[in-house]
């Protein structure tokens, strides 16, 4: 399709999907959660949701991954009004990273003017652990696709948005302070994004280390821009869920990834509660 009739599809499908949600619900979401590998199991304590399978909603793409239930909830957690994803598209399930990060739009155009994403990663720091939790302070986009490429969506954002900031310092505070209070070890780094579906080798793994990466993982990066150009505020959480140490004795499969992210899902909820009321 040629660009410019996809951007229009895309503001067209934007206000298709969200009219579709709105005559479901009339509740106005606050704060929007991206729910990662292992991750989905806080969508359970959202109280009276109205659940939404994303093959029922315009332009969303259902997700391959194991994990992954692929439906929205909005209900209310912790007092506020929430929209949830639980479980995400990725680049390897072959969209555009425009299409992969489409829900933050909907999510947005709902109501939501903040954004807690969360992952399961792979630990590049040797002395870390897996089933820590890490702050995400930054990211590197390796993925080969940005999600602003084509015309821009003048309405919803600037054509060359900075990324400098692109996850909120007052937020990451909150979340230091929240995992104090909880008596929970949140680590710090940068999330770095690869388009997978394959791991990486070890050769890339030394090279992602020397880049400043502290994890690695297959998602997330582009919702981040799209959410920062929508001008939504935005934290990241991750689950490491395996040492994708270069060095290593090997590397994890999937499903013991999804494993470790189970195994650790109650800190992290208890996390997410913990923040939720502050999240302004």
């Given at each position: 399709m040629h660009v410019g009739l996809e951007a229009q599809k895309l503001s067209s499908d934007i206000r298709d999907a969200t009219d579709f949600v709105r005559s479901r619900t009339d509740l106005v979401p606050e704060v929007a959660l991206i729910l990662g590998s292992g991750l989905g199991p806080l969508a359970n304590e959202i109280e009276d949701p109205v659940v939404i399978p994303y093959t029922e909603i315009p332009g969303i793409t259902p997700s391959t991954a194991p994990g992954h239930a692929g439906e929205l909830y909005v209900g209310t957690l912790q007092g506020r009004t929430v929209v949830a994803m639980k479980g995400r598209i990725h680049p390897y399930d072959g969209q555009p990273a425009a299409r992969l990060a489409f829900p933050v739009r909907v999510m947005h155009e709902l109501g939501a003017s903040s954004l807690v994403v969360s992952n399961a990663c792979g630990g590049?720091?040797?002395?870390?652990?897996?089933?820590?939790?890490?702050?995400?302070?930054?990211?590197?986009?390796?993925?080969?696709?940005?999600?602003?490429?084509?015309?821009?969506?003048?309405?919803r954002g600037p054509r060359f948005p900075v990324m400098y900031d692109c996850y909120d310092a007052a937020y990451q505070e909150l979340a230091r302070a929240a995992a104090r209070e909880q008596g929970i070890?949140?680590?710090?780094?940068?999330?770095?994004?690869?388009?997978?579906?394959?791991?990486?080798?070890?050769a890339e793994g030394r090279m992602y280390q020397a880049w400043g990466a502290h994890a690695i993982g297959m998602s997330t990066v582009h919702e981040v821009?799209?959410?920062?150009?929508?001008?939504?505020?935005?934290?990241?959480?991750?689950?490491?869920?395996?040492?994708?140490?270069p060095d290593g004795d090997g590397h994890a499969t999937g499903d013991e990834v999804i494993e470790v992210a189970e195994r650790s899902g109650e800190r992290f909820r208890r996390l997410v509660r913990a923040l939720l009321p502050d999240l302004r």
């Amino acid at each position: 399709m040629h660009v410019g009739l996809e951007a229009q599809k895309l503001s067209s499908d934007i206000r298709d999907a969200t009219d579709f949600v709105r005559s479901r619900t009339d509740l106005v979401p606050e704060v929007a959660l991206i729910l990662g590998s292992g991750l989905g199991p806080l969508a359970n304590e959202i109280e009276d949701p109205v659940v939404i399978p994303y093959t029922e909603i315009p332009g969303i793409t259902p997700s391959t991954a194991p994990g992954h239930a692929g439906e929205l909830y909005v209900g209310t957690l912790q007092g506020r009004t929430v929209v949830a994803m639980k479980g995400r598209i990725h680049p390897y399930d072959g969209q555009p990273a425009a299409r992969l990060a489409f829900p933050v739009r909907v999510m947005h155009e709902l109501g939501a003017s903040s954004l807690v994403v969360s992952n399961a990663c792979g630990g590049l720091v040797p002395e870390w652990s897996a089933g820590d939790l890490m702050l995400q302070t930054d990211f590197i986009n390796y993925t080969g696709d940005n999600p602003l490429t084509g015309p821009n969506l003048d309405e919803r954002g600037p054509r060359f948005p900075v990324m400098y900031d692109c996850y909120d310092a007052a937020y990451q505070e909150l979340a230091r302070a929240a995992a104090r209070e909880q008596g929970i070890d949140l680590r710090e780094g940068v999330y770095l994004a690869i388009s997978g579906p394959s791991y990486s080798t070890r050769a890339e793994g030394r090279m992602y280390q020397a880049w400043g990466a502290h994890a690695i993982g297959m998602s997330t990066v582009h919702e981040v821009i799209v959410a920062r150009h929508e001008g939504m505020r935005v934290l990241g959480l991750s689950c490491v869920t395996d040492m994708a140490l270069p060095d290593g004795d090997g590397h994890a499969t999937g499903d013991e990834v999804i494993e470790v992210a189970e195994r650790s899902g109650e800190r992290f909820r208890r996390l997410v509660r913990a923040l939720l009321p502050d999240l302004r």
